[in-house]
T-cell receptor, first 112, second 113 residues
Framework: DSGVTQTPKHLITATGQRVTLRCSPRSGDLSVYWYQQSLDQGLQFLIQYYNGEERAKGNILERFSAQQFPDLHSELNLSSLELGDSALYFC???????????FGPGTRLTVL | GENVEQHPSTLSVQEGDSAVIKCTYSDSASNYFPWYKQELGKRPQLIIDIRSNVGEKKDQRIAVTLNKTAKHFSLHITETQPEDSAVYFCAASIWGGSYIPTFGRGTSLIVHP
C-alpha cells in the first residue's frame, strides 16, 4: 500500500457524460500527479499540482481539468467523454522537491 | 520533448535466468531514471531508480546501469522468479521544479517455472 488513495475504483459511464476522479496523496506530500494509462498510448503524464497550484501540464485534453484543494486532495474532471477516454487513471504523490513518486491504485474508466 | 524507447516489448525467461531490459532517451538534460513494476490491474511500483551522477546501482537481485554518453540505461534482474512476472516501465525525467517522467512503452516479463 503506497498511502495514496483513489476513488472510485471503477467507473462506467456513457459518451458525452462528465465524471470526477478523486485522489488523496500520502500524508505530508504536497505534489499530486495525474496519469492516463491506455493500451495504445501507454502511461502518459496529464498534470501536476503542488500545494494547490498547477505546476506542470502534459498531454491533457481541454475537456479535462484538475484541481488540488486546501486539504491537498485532488480531483480530475473529465467531460464530454468519448470512447477513447476509456483507460486507467492513476494519481501519484511526492514530497516537496523529491523525485520519488508513489502511485495510487487507479480508477478504471469505461466509456460506453 | 523527451522520448523514451524501451526494448524488448516482451521477454520470456526460465526461472533462475537473468533478464535485461533496455531503454534509450533523447534529451541529454534528463537526470533521473526510475523503473516501475506493474502487475496486472495494479498500480506501478517503483523498484529502483538512478540519478545521472551515478553509473550503476544495485538492490539485491535488481541492478540498473546508466550510460549518459550513449543516453541509455538498463534494468538487470538476476535469478528470476515467477513472482517477477509483470510489466516493467522505464522513465526519464528532467528536473524543472519537479520531476515529470516520460515513460517507455513497457516490457512484459514472463518467468516460466
Amino acid at each position: 500500500d503506497s498511502g495514496v488513495t483513489q476513488t472510485p475504483k471503477h467507473l462506467i459511464t456513457a459518451t458525452g457524460q462528465r465524471v470526477t476522479l478523486r485522489c488523496s496523496p500520502r500524508s505530508g506530500d504536497l505534489s499530486v500527479y495525474w496519469y492516463q494509462q491506455s493500451l495504445d498510448q501507454g502511461l502518459q503524464f496529464l498534470i501536476q499540482y503542488y500545494n494547490g497550484e498547477e505546476r506542470a501540464k502534459g498531454n491533457i485534453l481541454e475537456r479535462f481539468s484538475a484541481q488540488q484543494f486546501p486539504d491537498l486532495h485532488s480531483e480530475l474532471n473529465l467531460s464530454s467523454l468519448e470512447l477513447g477516454d476509456s483507460a486507467l487513471y492513476f494519481c501519484a504523490s511526492s514530497a516537496a522537491r523529491v523525485d520519488t513518486q508513489y502511485f495510487g491504485p487507479g480508477t478504471r474508466l469505461t466509456v460506453l | 520533448g523527451e522520448n523514451v524507447e524501451q526494448h524488448p516489448s516482451t521477454l520470456s525467461v526460465q526461472e533462475g535466468d537473468s533478464a535485461v531490459i533496455k531503454c534509450t532517451y533523447s534529451d541529454s538534460a534528463s537526470n533521473y531514471f526510475p523503473w516501475y513494476k506493474q502487475e496486472l490491474g495494479k498500480r506501478p511500483q517503483l523498484i529502483i531508480d538512478i540519478r545521472s551522477n551515478v553509473g550503476e546501482k544495485k538492490d539485491q537481485r535488481i541492478a540498473v546501469t546508466l550510460n549518459k554518453t550513449a543516453k541509455h540505461f538498463s534494468l538487470h534482474i538476476t535469478e528470476t522468479q515467477p513472482e517477477d512476472s509483470a510489466v516493467y516501465f522505464c522513465a526519464a525525467s528532467i528536473w524543472g521544479g519537479s520531476y515529470i517522467p516520460t515513460f517507455g512503452r513497457g516490457t512484459s516479463l514472463i518467468v516460466h517455472p
